[in-house]
């Protein structure tokens, strides 16, 4: 699914709107062309945006048929939204029937660096264009490569401290971010993601609606099941749902309960803040992420030493069953003719 959102129909005069659309223009992290592009590059850039013109596939003036009127930075997505006024009526129809779905974003760069990718530095968007095939598939974003042509070898500052760490962690980041509407399930609704469940939330959304299931999932295994861990959401009375006791118990998978969940250490503290919302959204208060590993340790060695006694008293059983036929079976006789 793209990220327009059709909302108002105006009538038509010359050069008057016919459409508003709104939508995600771009996101940080790295594009399939290792394009990185840093939350503090776009923060900047953002007001650039706004008044720029919209093009079809970024060809040129005559191609224009829209005008941005806003942007502004979205710390949850970690993106820029734009709105935009749409002037050309089958453009507006195409859109309204789901025939385009995407955008690309034009900028110009100060200065290209070269590191683990291309960071673009100082950046100035140009426009913004209706475009068929992403670049960025989480966004539905197309980026413009002309952006990245020649790079600029003679860069004139070093990145500050830490911010290569800061870039690197951005483009690991495997913590699902959900971009589906759902609703809170009645807090005593049971928990279970039976494959039957998987197979269901596929049929109805697609690996998106699977993939806003779950906490964590791997990008390069993004059509496989194999792929996604930490479930919570699924399909209660025909709607999809968060349901508390699945996300207690993917807390409780993420802390080391029941074996623990395979994920990179680096990921464990975005699931954790990812959960900690749905606690939030619940009314509970969500374990300290420090004092919360020590926590279920505990709970889990508590659920081994219970089972560890149910063992123990299991076999004391059989002990005693196999002593007392031993002390109260009565003597065989056995008779020798001399």
Not at 92 to 114: C, M, R, W
Not at 162 to 167: D, R
Not at 286 to 309: H, R, V, W
Request: glycine share 6%; with cysteine; proline share 4%.
């Amino acid at each position: 699914m793209g990220k327009y959102i059709w909302f108002e129909t105006f009538e038509k005069t010359q050069l008057q709107p016919v459409l508003k659309v709104k939508g995600i223009a771009i996101k940080a992290g790295m594009s399939r062309n290792y394009n990185i592009y840093l939350e503090d590059e776009l923060k900047a850039a953002v007001k650039s945006l706004i008044g720029k013109p919209m093009y079809l596939e970024h060809v040129d003036v005559a191609n224009a048929i829209g005008k941005i009127t806003n942007a502004w930075w979205d710390d949850k997505e970690k993106a820029i939204w734009y709105e935009a006024e749409i002037y050309d009526d089958e453009i507006a129809n195409k859109i309204k029937a789901g025939l385009i779905q995407h955008v690309s974003i034009a900028a110009d760069y100060e200065i290209l660096e070269p590191i683990n990718g291309k960071i673009p530095h100082g950046l100035q968007f140009t426009e913004l264009s209706l475009v068929a095939v992403p670049g960025i598939p989480e966004t539905n974003i197309q980026v413009v490569e002309r952006l990245f042509e020649k790079m600029n070898q003679n860069y004139a500052h070093k990145f500050r401290e830490g911010e290569k760490e800061k870039m690197e962690n951005q483009v690991k980041e495997k913590v699902v971010k959900h971009d589906m509407d759902y609703v809170k399930a009645p807090e005593d609704t049971p928990w279970s993601f039976t494959a039957e469940e998987g197979n269901k939330i596929l049929e109805k959304y697609g690996w998106k609606g699977y993939r806003n299931c779950h906490a964590w999932y791997d990008p390069d295994k993004a059509d496989t099941k194999a792929g996604y861990k930490l479930p919570h959401h699924k399909i209660v009375n025909g709607k999809f749902a968060v349901v508390w006791r699945g996300v207690a118990a993917a807390m409780a998978a993420l802390m080391g309960a029941r074996g623990g969940v395979d994920i990179p250490a680096s990921d464990r503290k975005g699931v954790y803040n990812h959960l900690a919302k749905h606690y939030e959204e619940f009314g509970r208060e969500p374990p300290t992420y420090e004092n919360a590993k020590i926590q279920f340790e505990i709970e889990n060695l508590n659920e081994k030493l219970e089972a560890l006694t149910d063992e123990v008293q299991r076999i004391s059983h059989k002990v005693n069953l196999i002593m007392e036929n031993l002390l109260f079976k009565k003597p065989r006789t056995i008779k020798v003719k001399l």
